[in-house]
């Protein structure tokens, strides 16, 4: 005797299974859009000699986005692409932000530079953001301290994002 049919209906394709007519997943499409996206607003700041978001790149994503390259967001944002050189973010810091911050475009950044303020005003995230920004301000190899001109900068800088997110 043959098996029965099944009534039960078979499950829905999983999206990231579904593919497109060039092979690829559709999901995976998706990611590599959003990818493409993130890496255009990089090339449009980076130093294309160099590969990264230097200096002049940041003062020019700072006007674009309408903060001053001395504000402490861009310190936060420093602190989210997890940016190993004051004043460079490579492609990757840039790429792995970016995603961690859900930001693909210019206007998306300027909202995040927002939700950053709230998100370093946590007890947790503050601490963390204060030893990542006196590490970043270290700008000489082995340099475990500051110049007192330097910290007080630096506390005023941090100290002040408290009483500004609170």
Do not use: H
């Not at 499409?29 to 990089?42: C, N, P």
Request: charged share 25%.
């Amino acid at each position: 005797m043959p098996p029965r049919a099944s009534k039960r209906k078979s499950a829905p394709p999983n999206s990231s299974t579904v593919t497109s007519s060039d092979g690829r997943s559709v999901s995976s499409k998706a990611k590599t859009k959003g990818m493409e996206k993130i890496d255009r607003l990089f090339n449009s700041y980076a130093n294309s000699s160099l590969g990264v978001i230097d200096p002049d790149g940041i003062e020019a994503l700072c006007s674009d986005l309408g903060v001053d390259y001395t504000d402490v967001r861009i310190l936060m944002l420093a602190w989210k692409l997890k940016a190993g050189k004051q004043g460079y973010f490579t492609q990757d810091e840039w790429r792995t932000g970016m995603k961690a911050l859900g930001v693909d475009s210019l206007s998306k950044l300027k909202k995040a530079l927002c939700e950053l303020e709230i998100e370093v005003g946590k007890p947790t995230n503050y601490e963390d953001f204060y030893t990542y920004a006196f590490r970043y301000c270290l700008t000489e190899e082995k340099q475990k301290s500051l110049d007192i001109d330097s910290i007080c900068e630096l506390l005023n800088l941090v100290l002040g994002s408290i009483s500004s997110s609170s």
